[in-house]
């Protein structure tokens, strides 16, 4: 059953010029393992990579109903990919919901379905 239904869309230059500004905004929205990820990549990328799951999270919290904030902070929620590539939304551990991530060329946008059975 789906309980819950986010999209979230951010502009890829707002989050270059907040990334380039200081590290705190990557490491606040990024949970440790998806940091490891975005260091993996080289900067066009990276963007693409941090504004999508800033996207995604800010998506996730919309289909929760609970915005960002204490009951939802973006170190509870994490974004992880099966061996297929097919990411999957974690919220403090567990497997919760489906993701989609899309990005252009000047934004990056998610779309969050949490469901229970």
Known sequence: MITGIGLDIVELGRIRMLDEKSPKFRKRVLTEHELDQYLLLKNKRQT??????????????KAKGTGIGAACAFQDMEIRKDSNGKPSMYFRGLECGLVSITHSKE???????????
Not at 107 to 117: G, H, P
């Open 107 to 117: 934004f990056a946008a998610a779309q969050v379905v949490l469901q229970t059975e």
């Open 48 to 61: 693409e990579f941090l504004a999508g799951r800033f996207a995604a999270k800010e998506a996730f919290a």
